[in-house]
Nanobody
Framework: QVQLVESGGGLVHPGGSLRLSCAASRFLWDYYAIGWFRQAPGKEREGISCISTVDGSTYYADSVKGRFTISLDNAKRTLFLQMNSLKPEDTAVYYC?????????????WGQGTQVTVSS
């Protein structure tokens, strides 16, 4: 049974940092890729970063490139998202998801999410 549990969200001032974690019930290499999504109020969920467990390649959306870093620790079955230089527009519920393929459309399971609020 697949289980993904996010943690690490919270309230942070603009310019601050947070590190999100996603604990998986299975080794991450059981999935083709694993990634982070976010959904802001009134908006659709969007994929912002992912990492391939096949070759370790990473992807970042333009909105977070240079500020966020995705990484994983397979021994701990955990995915991370280091978020620096946070902006109010980063406020959203953040989810991790697992994929069976290389496209955003291949993601078929997400965790329950963790709230990130960036505000002064």
């Amino acid at each position: 049974q697949v289980q993904l549990v996010e943690s690490g969200g919270g309230l942070v001032h603009p310019g601050g940092s947070l590190r999100l974690s996603c604990a998986a019930s299975r080794f991450l290499w059981d999935y083709y890729a694993i990634g982070w999504f976010r959904q802001a109020p009134g908006k659709e969920r969007e994929g912002i970063s992912c990492i391939s467990t096949v070759d370790g390649s990473t992807y970042y959306a333009d909105s977070v490139k240079g500020r966020f870093t995705i990484s994983l620790d397979n021994a701990k079955r955990t995915l991370f998202l280091q978020m620096n230089s946070l902006k109010p527009e980063d406020t959203a519920v953040y989810y991790c998801g697992k994929s069976y393929g290389s496209s955003w459309g291949s993601y078929d399971y997400w965790g329950q999410g963790t709230q990130v609020t960036v505000s002064s």
